[in-house]
T-cell receptor, first 114, second 115 residues
Framework: DAEITQSPRHKITETGRQVTLACHQT?????MFWYRQDLGHGLRLIHY???????NKGEVSDGYSVSRSNTEDLPLTLESAASSQTSVYFC?????????????FGPGTRLTVL | DQQVKQNSPSLSVQEGRISILNCDYT??????FLWYKKYPAEGPTFLIS?????DKNEDGRFTVFLNKSAKHLSLHIVPSQPGDSAVYFC??????????????FGTGTLLAVQP
C-alpha cells in the first residue's frame, strides 16, 4: 500500500547541531508539506514543495530548509538547532486537484533540542 | 494573526450524546474547509470536508455545517463514541481547490468522550 513515512520518530539533539528529518511518500504526490505542531498553535506550515526542485517558505520557515531532488522525498533540515525548535514535526503530501485539498500526513517526528 | 480559530481547547461529552466542535475564520477568501482528527503519537487523518458552495456535508456520524455569513463552521458527531476521543483540527484553504492545496489550521480541540 502507498504510504508516507517519517524518520526518525524521535530525536534528541543539542543546541547548534544540524539535524535532518526525513519524509518519504510512495503515492507519487507532487505536493509535499512540512508542519510543526505546538500547544496553543496547532499546525503551522514550515516549508512546502510543488514538485522536483521547487521549494517555498511557509509561515515559520526561519531556521529551516528543504530540498526536493525527487518526487518521493522532502527532507527538512535544521541548520543550527535551537531550543525553540523543540516540537513535533509532520510531513504531508497531496496530489494537486481542483476538487480535493485533502493532505495525507506522516506519523510525525518528535524533536527535542537540549 | 490567527486566520482559523478554535476557541475551545477542550470538550467533554458523554457517550451517545452529540459532540459539537466549533471553528471560526477571518479570511473571506477561504473556499474549502476540512476537519482532521489526531490521536496521540499519530499524524492527523482527514475526517470530512465542505466546499463554500454548500452549507452542510454529512458522512455517517459526522456532519459539518458552514455559515459563510458568520464565517463559522462546526463539526457534529452523533452519537459520540469513546473512540472519537482525539484532537480535532479545523483547516481552511483559499486556493479554489487548485494545485497549491495550502491549508491553514486552527489550534485544535481535544474531545474526550466519557463512557
Amino acid at each position: 500500500d502507498a504510504e508516507i513515512t517519517q524518520s526518525p520518530r524521535h530525536k534528541i539533539t543539542e543546541t547548534g547541531r544540524q539535524v535532518t528529518l526525513a519524509c518519504h511518500q510512495t503515492w507519487n504526490h507532487n505536493n509535499m508539506f512540512w508542519y510543526r505542531q505546538d500547544l496553543g498553535h496547532g499546525l503551522r506550515l514550515i516549508h512546502y514543495s510543488y514538485g522536483v526542485h521547487d521549494t517555498n517558505k511557509g509561515e515559520v520557515s526561519d531556521g529551516y530548509s528543504v530540498s526536493r531532488s525527487n518526487t518521493e522525498d522532502l527532507p527538512l533540515t535544521l541548520e543550527s538547532a535551537a531550543s525553540s525548535q523543540t516540537s513535533v514535526y509532520f510531513c504531508a503530501s497531496t496530489y494537486p486537484s481542483r476538487h480535493h485539498n485533502e493532505q495525507f500526513f506522516g506519523p510525525g517526528t518528535r524533536l527535542t533540542v537540549l | 494573526d490567527q486566520q482559523v480559530k478554535q476557541n475551545s481547547p477542550s470538550l467533554s461529552v458523554q457517550e451517545g450524546r452529540i459532540s459539537i466542535l466549533n471553528c471560526d475564520y477571518t479570511n473571506s477568501m477561504f473556499d474549502y474547509f476540512l476537519w482532521y482528527k489526531k490521536y496521540p503519537a499519530e499524524g492527523p487523518t482527514f475526517l470530512i470536508s465542505i466546499s463554500s458552495i454548500k452549507d452542510k456535508n454529512e458522512d455517517g456520524r459526522f456532519t459539518v455545517f458552514l455559515n459563510k455569513s458568520a464565517k463559522h463552521l462546526s463539526l457534529h458527531i452523533v452519537p459520540s463514541q469513546p473512540g472519537d476521543s482525539a484532537v480535532y483540527f479545523c483547516a481552511a484553504s483559499a486556493e479554489g481547490g487548485g494545485a497549491t492545496n495550502k491549508l491553514i489550521f486552527g489550534t485544535g480541540t481535544l474531545l474526550a468522550v466519557q463512557p
